[in-house]
């Protein structure tokens, strides 16, 4: 499934359940320090989320090291890599690229199922909502809402870890649209997100019977333009990872 919506040079790995090879890596202490004390089936997908990691990795060149969550929950990547993982019922999912190729990469799986109506009250702003009647027809088979969502967590994995920023889901605009691509616009100091322009960034969704997937990958060659500008970098892990990479 993140084969569809992964671009070239990213590498990925996906599980369906916690019984395959992804799920009998042995954690690092740190990782495991993490998980000591929780629920059995909390351990069982942060293990196999990090098994599919561990062997995204491998194809990329690059060997496995402890992959710790860090103070904004994303987990810390080896130099001159950049990464998100996902997990929700049933499936897990890790995606990695190299920091010469991608600044920033944010991916997130969701069933597919609507939100319930406070937390879309919550996500969706009028201008998504108004998006969603124009660019969806009435009778659409998709949980917009929580399709947007997924849009929203895949964006916010992106960029806050690269920037080392908190943001909220409010803070970024994101337009859906029918062919499987979304558009972003990210939070700005200087610009309020209630008034969008076209300037932005693209991810990538899609769906199958029971899942949404979206994906956000953010090229180097982008990362030092306009597209960026107001997003002021503040020594997240993977911005540290691409400035080393481009000196």
């Given at each position: 499934m993140i084969a569809e919506v992964v671009p070239a040079g990213v590498r990925a790995r996906e599980a369906f359940d916690d019984d395959g090879p992804d799920?009998?890596?042995?954690?690092?202490a740190t990782e495991q320090a993490v998980v000591d004390g929780v629920l059995d089936e909390r351990r069982r997908e942060f293990t196999t989320v990090r098994g599919c990691a561990r062997a995204a990795l491998t194809v990329l060149g690059v060997a496995p090291a402890p992959l710790v969550p860090g103070p904004l929950g994303a987990p810390g990547w080896p130099a001159g890599v950049v990464g998100s993982m996902t997990h929700c019922r049933n499936y897990r999912a890790a995606a990695v690229a190299l920091t010469e190729d991608f600044a920033a990469l944010g991916i997130d799986a969701e069933p597919r199922e609507p939100l319930p109506r406070f937390m879309a009250e919550r996500i969706v702003t009028d201008v998504e909502a108004r998006w969603l009647r124009q660019d969806f027809p009435s009778a659409v088979a998709l949980p917009l809402d929580r399709l947007l969502f997924c849009a929203k967590e895949a964006s916010y994995k992106a960029f806050s870890p690269w920037t080392g920023t908190r943001f909220g889901f409010r803070d970024f605009t994101v337009r859906l649209r029918p062919d499987g691509t979304f558009h972003i616009i990210p939070p700005t100091p200087e610009k309020p997100i209630s008034s969008p322009?076209?300037?932005?960034?693209?991810?990538?969704?899609?769906?199958?019977?029971?899942?949404?997937?979206?994906?956000?990958?953010?090229?180097?060659?982008?990362?030092?333009?306009?597209?960026?500008?107001?997003?002021?970098?503040?020594?997240?892990?993977?911005?540290?990872?691409?400035?080393q990479s481009t000196r």
């Open positions: 799920s009998a890596i042995t954690l690092f322009d076209p300037a932005g960034l693209t991810g990538r969704w899609t769906a199958c019977s029971s899942l949404l997937l979206s994906v956000v990958a953010l090229s180097a060659s982008c990362a030092p333009n306009d597209h960026l500008d107001g997003l002021t970098p503040k020594a997240g892990k993977n911005w540290d990872n691409w400035k």
